[in-house]
């Protein structure tokens, strides 16, 4: 009976293609997610404009816009909704603790790139620890030819409870505090003060802050680069200890979830924290110091 059952798995693995109960890959590429289509414990969150997703989706997938993960509390753009306004967008997602959530968006510019990590961050801070997104996201499924649809899919909602990791989040206090490593992930003219975006009011960084820019976690197609190459970048900024107590920030919390969220899902770094309301919320105070056109 015992080589029967084997023999009728190995038959469904072959009709089928897999079997299911795989684990959740960090980073999902678009073959995985393919082969997963039929899960019933995964959930696909299409977080792009509700006319983008109608005009053709992954099948499966769930519209969810990035603005109902980060809401705008002024004088604040990119902020975790309150718990209980989160949960309504989790449960209406069909997402419970158990499932596997696959974050798909565009990759055309880079907040677009880095939505993606920021809403699966958004989730494992949620205490959804099964998130990830997928690699190039709608513009690499689309590039590798595979399925698409434009069903509107209705899911039937969850009850989940959750309760937010606050060991993931930093304040200005954490970072006043002066005991963890600071990491600006902004590009090179934001850090140096050459230049700042509108929404906020004075150009710099943070006093101590090392750089580490996002934007270079991505190649020119809005896919990532070799793991290597990442790691590579990381130790030579942040170093090797997977223990040391970092806090990343850029100017709203956007641009820093996708280091955040690499260096703790791939590259194993066990105290990462996003300073979520960044340099924002720090120039609100106008005596708290910025610094300019130094590495210090």
């Given amino acids: 009976m015992k080589k029967t059952g084997m023999l009728v798995m190995m038959l469904l693995v072959l009709c089928v293609g897999q079997v299911w109960g795989a684990s959740?890959?960090?980073?999902?590429?678009?073959?995985?997610?393919?082969?997963?289509?039929?899960?019933?414990?995964?959930?696909?969150?299409?977080?792009?404009?509700?006319?983008?997703?109608?005009?053709?989706?992954?099948?499966?997938?769930?519209s969810a816009a990035y603005g109902s993960w980060a809401i705008n509390?002024?004088?604040?753009?990119?902020?975790?909704?309150?718990?209980?306004?989160?949960?309504?967008?989790?449960?209406?997602?069909?997402?419970?603790?158990?499932?596997?959530?696959v974050v798909v968006g565009k990759t055309d510019t880079i907040p677009?790139?880095?939505?993606?990590?920021?809403?699966?961050?958004?989730?494992?801070?949620?205490?959804?620890?099964?998130?990830?997104?997928?690699?190039?996201?709608?513009?690499?499924?689309?590039?590798d030819k595979k399925p698409m649809s434009t069903d509107m899919v209705k899911v039937v909602p969850t009850t989940v409870s959750i309760k937010f990791q606050k060991n993931m989040m930093a304040n200005k206090a954490d970072v006043?505090?002066?005991?963890?490593?600071?990491?600006?992930?902004?590009?090179?003219e934001f850090y140096f003060g050459a230049s700042k975006v509108p929404h906020v009011k004075?150009?710099?960084?943070?006093?101590?802050?090392a750089l580490l820019p996002s934007a270079w976690l991505f190649k020119k197609d809005g896919t990532l680069r070799e793991v290597s190459e990442i790691e590579a970048m990381a130790v030579g900024v942040v170093g090797k200890d997977k223990s040391k107590d970092m806090i990343l920030y850029c100017d709203s919390g956007r641009l820093s979830a996708g280091f955040v969220y690499v260096?703790?899902?791939?590259?194993?770094?066990?105290?990462?924290?996003?300073?979520?309301?960044?340099?924002?919320?720090?120039?609100?105070?106008?005596?708290?110091?910025?610094?300019?056109?130094n590495w210090n």
Avoid: C
């Fill in 24 to 62: 959740l890959p960090a980073i999902v590429s678009t073959d995985w997610l393919e082969q997963n289509l039929g899960n019933p414990d995964l959930r696909i969150v299409d977080i792009r404009d509700l006319g983008e997703y109608k005009a053709g989706h992954i099948p499966g997938a769930v």
């Fill in 263 to 293: 260096l703790t899902n791939v590259l194993g770094y066990k105290n990462v924290r996003m300073y979520d309301a960044s340099l924002q919320d720090w120039v609100e105070d106008p005596k708290a110091p910025l610094t300019m056109y």
């Fill in 112 to 143: 677009n790139q880095v939505n993606s990590p920021r809403v699966a961050w958004t989730l494992q801070y949620a205490g959804i620890k099964q998130a990830a997104f997928l690699d190039g996201g709608i513009s690499k499924w689309l590039a």
């Fill in 176 to 188: 006043t505090a002066g005991k963890a490593m600071l990491v600006d992930s902004r590009l090179p």
């Fill in 202 to 209: 004075r150009p710099g960084k943070i006093a101590g802050a």
């Fill in 73 to 101: 509390v002024k004088p604040l753009d990119n902020e975790v909704p309150e718990q209980e306004d989160l949960q309504d967008v989790i449960r209406n997602a069909g997402i419970s603790e158990k499932t596997m959530v």
